[in-house]
């Protein structure tokens, strides 16, 4: 179920860019995907695009509006329901990322049903996924960990699969979370993935593939992390790494939410996530280290760049700052 | 959401004794609770409990029907759904532990609703779990944990809960499978909830408590497991263990359904699973280790459990042959 191309971003009456994190996510991996916006009035969201009805959305050859923006407390207001209901009549297919689904609005569902049009929830996956056999699959994988949640993860794997297609490689994004779905056009949610079933639907994301092909795989939480390290270890075991790129925001004092909780340090992380990428590969290694900086100075961050990798003598990159080629250079 | 008793035990057809283990598993625990069973014609499982009609069960004052045996193809037969609607129209609930759910089958949820009774569908979880938090509870923890799936956490765990009564301590099992459940005759079938909030469902299943107060946890797979290490992982971050109980299988030579996958050695597994629950419990350690010697002679377990005992320095026992006394010794 591929999400079709290109996209209208729907940021609805976004009351800051940070409820429309989901669509600049999107615009700024995808630009050319990414064909205009529509914003309702009230939207303090702005992604640069040229702002479009959904008839002009028309006009341009949209063919999915995407839900790019969390709606307030979970619910849809009539205003978004009537520009979504507009879109499917126009014949655009709905996606969206957020806790409530699309399909379970009345109207927006009777219509996508009346118009023959499809509704992507991906936070829901719908399909069943097998339990994980742990069977050796052909082609090359990397996984981003972190030693959080919010640490780059995403952002790094994005970054390698660039890095890897600007030099002529088979890679290819594998997306675990809502944002990388809409980004990649495809994937699975993982979280939201039963239990029992989270390394078989990485298994079933990443399967096999050619020798020389890359898929380079988003992580999902931290192994450190009370909340989520089940379905980090999940997500481990399932990919079957050969190289993990260990991401980390180094102005982070504790577990994010989680004040009672003191970040690992990058030692012990790499050495835990290794350990478990090895149950399913034995020749899982860390390729290196991505530090999220924003937060540092120029000197700032490029000290502590430095720093982090004369002491774990490990590529360590930011792939905003410096970009990934070093970390590209250590797995080629 | 508390299963009520006395239970009648409903085997169906079962092809063999396996098909009806959860039934066998309830019996075993709770032989109180089970006032009888029901066999169709050709069943080959037999509980030794009385042999009843629903019309019998109801005049001893069944309260819930256990369907207790896997049907074959996950498909429910005509001959089923006659008896159990009988059991709804005489006013029992139902409870199954099965892949099919009582409430798809509409002549089953029809029968329910028009006479105001409850179904159980263990394995599906239907309520909203929190993301876990991590934050400490008051009372004690044990869990049980394993070098593979199938290893006698549950038994394990049970055993435990029991020794520690008879010692008139303040013990509840904790059951986190579907056949658990039953026994318990509440809990929450773990590996079904949905990946996110797996240590959030386990820190509502042991909240907090007395400070004498024990939960004994039922634990789920194996961290060393390919298919289901993220449930694990999940459960003993949510679990915050004051104190793990290793269950290890002694004539197993590989993961239980991946031959492709050898053991971890008693040592590696205490120490990851040790390392695991440190994270959220700061002071948990490896209580003892409980063997499953069902395959070995009495001669060869005892020798087996010397030894272990001897290399590991930990108290080892089997539930069955030798009783959990020694670790609940080495508990309190």
Known sequence: MEI??????????????????TAY???????????????????????????????????????TVIVGVANRGGVFSDV????????????MDLAAGLHGRLRDVPRIREAAERCGRALFDVRHPTRVFPVGNGKKRTG?????????VSSGKKYTALAIELEMRKRGMKADFRATGQTGVLIAGSGTAIDAVVADFISGAVETLA??????HWDVIEGQGSLFHP?????????????QPDFLVMCHEPTRRHVRGLPHYALPTLEECIEANVWAARRTNPAAK????????????????LRTIDEIENRLGLPTVDSVRTGTAKIVDAVV
């Open 227 to 239: 909340s989520y390290s089940g379905v980090t270890m999940g997500l481990i075991h399932g990919a």
């Open 286 to 301: 860390c390729a290196g280290i991505s530090l999220n900086t924003w937060q540092l100075s120029e000197a700032d961050a």
């Open 207 to 212: 399967p096999d593939n050619a020798p020389d």
């Open 4 to 21: 079709k191309r290109p996209y209208l971003m729907f940021l609805g009456d976004a009351p800051d860019p940070l409820a429309a994190k």
């Open 80 to 91: 978004w329901v009537d520009v979504l209901v507009e879109a499917l009549e126009r014949g």
């Open 140 to 148: 090359k994988r990397l996984l981003t960990v972190g030693t959080d």
């Open 25 to 63: 996510g999107v615009a700024y991996w995808r630009p050319d995907w990414c064909v205009g916006q529509l914003r309702l009035p009230g939207c303090q969201a702005d992604l640069k695009l040229k702002d479009m009805t959904i008839a002009e959305a028309q006009g341009a050859g949209v063919k």
